[in-house]
T-cell receptor, first 113, second 118 residues
Framework: DTGVSQNPRHKITKRGQNVTFRCDPI?????LYWYRQTLGQGPEFLTY????????KSRLLSDRFSAERPKGSFSTLEIQRTEQGDSAMYLC???????????FGDGTRLSIL | AQTVTQSQPEMSVQEAETVTLSCTYD???????LFWYKQPPSRQMILVIR??????QNATENRFSVNFQKAAKSFSLKISDSQLGDAAMYFC???????????????FGTGTRLTIIP
């Protein structure tokens, strides 16, 4: 059990650029979740997958955001045409199945210049 | 929609003493899970304790215990014998137990920053 791994740890980009984050869940965990956490707030749900199927998306996930989990293992979260308001910590979590607790990664901190 | 409220932005406690962090939530559901997560500075979120709403018995994990009051929709965390390593942001979270597909998201409060005074 190596834990949930997220890359990169930090990403600095200019407004308008596209960014992609990667999450590797704990092996054999079929659920994978993405959250966003802004300064001084708790994490907010974005989307989640069961294997490769995306089962739920938050209204926070605008059309500039897309998430994939093509083979049911790692997942990517892409943000197109980044805006200042996208600056946040993006957290990934995984669980063995829906009823089990979610285990979080260290997060990717995105800063928009 | 469910909401989670943590009304104490910051708390402090002397090392070895006991501290209680408060959490209230609002839901129309009868079956759900409640969690306390700990987030140390610049480190990952760690599950501290979990409570199933259908269980009347309060959950305990070593020095951590909860006071779950379902009718009052209250879910407080008690940390006994506080240690320096307990310093962190603590988040209360809610998850529906309705079905296995969908409704799996965690809804978090805004957190309580706990400081341990040596």
């Amino acid at each position: 059990d190596t834990g949930v791994s997220q890359n990169p740890r930090h990403k600095i980009t200019k407004r308008g650029q596209n960014v992609t984050f990667r999450c590797d869940p704990i092996s054999e965990h079929n659920r994978l979740y993405w959250y966003r956490q802004t300064l001084g707030q708790g994490p907010e749900f974005l989307t989640y997958f069961q294997n490769e199927a995306q089962l739920e998306k938050s209204r926070l996930l605008s059309d500039r955001f897309s998430a994939e989990r093509p083979k049911g293992s790692f997942s990517t979260l892409e943000i197109q045409r980044t805006e200042q308001g996208d600056s946040a910590m993006y957290l990934c979590a995984s669980s063995l199945h829906g009823a089990k607790p979610q285990h979080f990664g260290d997060g990717t901190r995105l800063s928009i210049l | 929609a469910q909401t989670v409220t943590q009304s104490q932005p910051e708390m402090s406690v002397q090392e070895a003493e006991t501290v209680t962090l408060s959490c209230t939530y609002d839901t129309s559901e009868s079956d759900y899970y409640l969690f306390w997560y700990k987030q140390p500075p610049s480190r990952q979120m760690i599950l501290v304790i979990r409570q199933e709403a259908y269980k009347q018995q309060n959950a305990t994990e070593n020095r951590f215990s909860v006071n779950f009051q379902k009718a009052a929709k209250s879910f407080s965390l008690k940390i006994s014998d506080s240690q320096l390593g307990d310093a962190a942001m603590y988040f209360c979270a809610y998850r529906s137990a309705r079905g296995n597909f969908g409704n799996e998201k965690l809804t978090f409060g805004t957190g309580t920053r706990l400081t341990i005074i040596p």
